[in-house]
């Protein structure tokens, strides 16, 4: 039974919220509003996390009770921006938030169907000679099952070695330090990975949350093992008085025009605002990042594509027509 919120969902429940809590309502009377409508589990979560904020407990405090929906980034987010007395704005930026990321989904979905479509006909179209052909060496099936079954168990394996073996630990963590260093991906994954990390130690330290406190729990919301480990080393930098310039600094995970602006933030006596605005920024190349490696994946499918329809023509007029 499905149990996490997709993109849109998140979207529309932060969406719900800031302007529930803009309205002036309660927060339990909001909740209860918002489970109506809802079946199955979504009910029972707002349900449940209605009951908990009804009782004294704060939304952050009772969202952390679901896991299966919420995750640190968002009980971080959402605790930062209750204590700082900026629940309206943080959740429209989350709803926000999402609903790119919901766009961009859809995109990436939209974005694969041909590529996939394409090396599918490239494998099964060529070889349709074997069903109308007479005298040839092997049959359609023995033609197009291998490289099928292969493509499928190549799949097939990397997803339960991901599920059993690569989700936490130190294999994550060499895993996701491998995976930025990749062209394209690498510099879409680190950005999503810091955009985070700004969203979150901006909503903490707009709450007051003391620096190291926030520094640490805003690096477990990286969302990539590599950049959190570099983050959570760099914490003893802050815990023996020095800044946050020094912070990402040691840590390596930040250009040198983001070491600037983070350092103009801190010498404004704005940070979290300038983290918040630098958030947004990145928001923005991951989105031009995004269509761009899209694109790589469409022409790149397009080309082998092209190239196994090329392979399979070719060995077939040299070995049965005497060609060459």
């Not at 023996?240 to 040691?250: V, Y």
């Not at 933030?265 to 995004?290: C, H, P, V």
Request: charged share 20%; with cysteine; glycine share 10%.
């Amino acid at each position: 039974m499905k149990k996490r919120m997709n993109y849109k969902e998140l979207s529309q429940f932060y969406n719900d919220l800031s302007v529930f809590w803009k309205s002036g309502l309660p927060p339990s009377q909001a909740l209860d509003t918002m489970k109506k409508g809802k079946k199955g589990p979504k009910f029972w979560m707002i349900d449940g996390l209605q009951h908990r904020v009804s009782k004294g407990e704060s939304t952050a405090s009772g969202m952390s009770r679901y896991p299966d929906f919420f995750d640190d980034f968002q009980v971080m987010i959402i605790r930062g921006a209750e204590e700082s007395g900026k629940m309206v704005d943080t959740c429209k930026n989350l709803s926000n938030y999402y609903e790119m990321r919901g766009r961009e989904k859809k995109r990436l979905i939209g974005g694969m169907i041909y590529p996939v479509f394409l090396l599918h006909a490239a494998i099964l179209l060529p070889n349709l000679k074997y069903l109308f052909a007479a005298g040839l060496d092997k049959s359609y099936a023995a033609a197009v099952l291998p490289p099928l079954i292969i493509a499928y168990g190549i799949l097939a394996i990397g997803y339960a070695c991901w599920k059993t073996l690569f989700r936490s630990g130190r294999a994550r963590e060499i895993i996701d330090g491998i995976f930025l260093k990749l062209p394209l991906v690498g510099e879409l994954a680190h950005g999503l990975a810091v955009s985070r990390v700004f969203r979150t130690l901006a909503g903490l330290l707009d709450a007051g949350i003391e620096s190291v406190q926030a520094a640490r729990k805003a690096a477990g919301t990286a969302g990539n093992s590599s950049i959190a480990a570099r983050l959570a080393g760099a914490v003893p930098v802050l815990e023996h008085g020095g800044n946050f310039s020094g912070f990402f600094t040691f840590s390596g995970t930040l250009n040198s025009s983001q070491l600037s602006m983070v350092a103009i933030g801190e010498e404004g006596g704005q940070l979290a605002e300038t983290l918040e605005k630098m958030a947004l920024y990145l928001d923005e190349e991951n989105s031009r990042r995004f269509t761009t490696t899209v694109k790589f994946f469409y022409y790149s499918a397009y080309f082998i594509a092209a190239a196994i329809v090329a392979y399979t023509v070719i060995t077939f007029y040299s070995s049965h027509l005497n060609i060459f």
